[in-house]
């Protein structure tokens, strides 16, 4: 007599019936497609009644071998879906289920560690249409959240697979000026007012936008007098002077000393991010207040706007001395999403984009369970 063991509990069970017969792809065998046939016992448990046991070759809702869908994961690591599903005859779903699956199997082994800085980002997900929120862990250059949206829900769901003292433990979390994502840490990370970064490069971004709203008023001005010193320069003000060729540097520092309102809007600029080199948080703040009244006074209007909403938001853009920390996902995770988002053009719906990140970028233990 065969002793068979519950799938539930492991405990002994006594032998039911036979399923009727299914399939499941395996590796092939030379160059020939291989299928296992079998009909699945099904056992019964005292506890847990009749149920079909554990099938040594496969996991319970898979229609391939474990070796067949460790090979895919493999391959979907390195190549393209399409690539994948062609080179192994599989079908979108197939691709989808195998990854979907590897997924969820990653997640639910993943030990509960501390994540000490966290950038919060989003990723447009067919341009510009959808969003998606994901959680760069910052320390470890990897995504281990990812959520359709960017509302405050959106992120509200990361703060639930973490435990207590995983909250307890994060020291930083850095983002855009985005209200959702604020309410968000806001409620859920304890002392979040001391956590919260404004990221330096959203806010970099501000300012240019501010700058390049001068210019493009000055330049209507300027060109309706003859001059067009001004024209096709928006660029130049954006960039580092130390990045310019040595003709268009001496070019731009002369428009710079021009007195033109671009000039002034761009030597603000320049030294509001000057806040970003200090270390010690005293002398910033001394001049944050300076440069503050500064832009408040220029009479430049988009300056004015951007000056109020940095004072307003100060408290949460001062931290970066403290934490030393940007949103912005590693290169190679940026460059995985790019390439996902490239090669994933059979994605039907957001979830798959999300399964994708997870997988590529996750740092999950994807291989299907051997017994
Ligand atoms: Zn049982």
Sequence with gaps: MIQWACAECGGPAKWYDHQPERQWRHLDTCQYRTVLHAR???????EHGVRVVKLPWAEASSRFTVLFEALAIEWLKEASQKAVARQMELSWEEIHGIMERAVERGLERRKAEKVAQMGIDEKAFRRGHRY???????????????????EQSSLDGFWETLRPEQLEGIEAVAMDMWDPYVSSVGEHVPGANGKIV??????????????????????????????????????????????????????????????????RAWALKETGMALFSYVYERPARKHFRWWHNWAVRSRLQPMIEVGRMLKRRFENIITYLRHRVT?????????????????????RNLQNFIHAIHFHCGGLNLAPATH
């Design 198 to 263: 404004f990221d330096k490069f959203h806010i970099a971004r501000h300012l240019g936008d501010a700058v390049d709203k001068v210019r493009r008023k000055a330049n209507k001005l300027l060109k309706a007098a003859g001059d067009d010193r001004l024209a096709g320069t928006r660029y130049e003000w954006l960039k580092n002077p130390v990045a310019m060729e040595p003709k268009d540097r001496r070019e731009f520092a002369e428009l710079r000393k021009s007195g033109l309102k671009t000039a």
């Design 132 to 150: 998606v929120t994901l959680v760069n862990d910052v320390v470890r250059g990897r995504v281990p959240y990812v959520a359709a949206g960017r």
């Design 40 to 46: 699945p016992p099904r056992a019964e448990c005292g």
């Design 327 to 347: 949103n912005a996902a590693s290169e190679s995770i940026n460059a995985k999403i790019q390439w996902v988002k490239y090669t994933a053009r059979g994605f």
